[in-house]
């Protein structure tokens, strides 16, 4: 009975916005048939009907109201929901014309980026993925997002930090820190790790003298610094021509030659001193082996005493003798081991 009262087209768009429209029937007792009775007389009936349909009307014209997009001026209620209809088929249409596209856009988006991400893989040394370059030789942190790699105008790795707000328990009133980390490289140019630093080379790698690029990280995860300069037997030096990192390195390896040879020559000299005997025990070996320094002054200034004269050091068999004498012969023991030792 509703169906019937407010049209074909308006059922229709109730039942498209998820309102039910039902059938209301009449069923009255009489002697020959006994049955639930839904409403009293036909009269009850017609007036809920015409209740109910006055309801959906009102339903209908306001959402035809609201709709700024079709003129319904001029038409009946079923003509403007017929009109909505045909609005809402051909939206649905374009909506699904949207969809598809963005769809396709999105699924090409990820294509290239794979594509990209797998060009950028093969220009990294010793490794087969962007992540696992980046998290081997660089600080990431524990919260880490996305990393990948980028065919860029200039080569370096940025870090990006967001606050993530919802990243911890609802408690906690400190937000998370999510890093991520873009490796942009040049075209023609590969990336390797040399002596802990990333680095980026062009043509084929010299580890005795070339041109580089290399990264720099600071203290915070973020603070990352690309460096230019030369590579020379190993050394990442900063430097304005390769004659000159040359030279630099050089002085850098004289240096150490230096500190290596006298470090031998020190160790030498005194395994030569343990086996003739002529060690000497100083008051900061006494210190460093554990001794009290007040127990240390006092043999100090009794063995003065004892030769007449200072002394800033003492033979291993005076201080055994000494201190045999002086009653320290245990501390006098910690001290020669340890200068023996070290």
């Known amino acids: 009975m509703i169906r019937r009262a407010l049209g074909k087209s308006c059922c229709a768009m109730l039942e498209l916005r998820e309102k039910q429209v039902r059938d209301i029937y009449q069923r009255v007792e009489t002697p020959y048939y006994k049955g639930r009775a839904d409403f009293a007389t036909r009269q009850e009936a017609k007036e809920v009907v015409a209740q109910e349909v006055k309801e959906y009307q009102s339903y209908i014209r306001g959402v035809l109201r609201r709709c700024k997009e079709i003129d319904t001026k001029g038409l009946s209620l079923d003509e403007g929901a017929k009109m909505w209809l045909k609005y809402q088929k051909q939206l649905k249409k ?68 967001e606050r993530d707000f919802d990243g911890y328990s609802r408690r906690c009133k ?89 470090k031998r020559k020190r160790a030498e000299r005194r395994e030569e001193e343990k086996q003739n005997g002529s060690l000497k025990i100083t008051f900061a070996d006494s210190l460093n082996a554990g001794n009290c320094r007040p127990g240390t002054q006092e043999f100090k200034n009794k063995y003065e005493e004892a030769i007449g004269h200072k002394a800033t050091s003492i033979s291993i068999a005076d201080l055994r003798k000494y201190a045999k004498q002086f009653g320290v012969e245990y501390y006098a023991e910690q001290a020669i081991e340890y200068a023996l030792n070290h």
């Open 94 to 161: 374009e909506q699904e014309k949207e969809q598809k596209a963005r769809e396709k856009a999105e699924e090409k988006a990820r294509k290239v980026y794979e594509a990209e991400q797998k060009r950028v893989s093969m220009m990294i040394d010793g490794y087969f993925s962007v992540f696992g370059f980046i998290v081997s030789n660089l600080r990431t942190g524990e919260n880490t997002g996305n990393i990948s790699g980028h065919i860029a105008d200039e080569n370096n790795i940025v870090c990006d930090e």
């Open 174 to 262: 400190f937000a998370m820190i999510r890093r991520f980390f873009t490796l942009n490289i040049k075209k023609g140019f590969r990336v390797r790790n040399v002596g802990g630093l990333i680095t980026f080379y062009k043509g084929e790698f010299n580890r005795q003298g070339m041109k580089v690029e290399w990264i720099e990280q600071g203290r915070s995860i973020a603070d990352i610094t690309k460096r230019t300069g030369y590579l020379v037997r190993g050394e990442h030096i900063e430097a304005k021509s390769l004659r000159e990192a040359v030279r630099i390195n050089e002085e850098h390896r004289a240096m150490k030659l230096a500190r290596i040879l006298s």
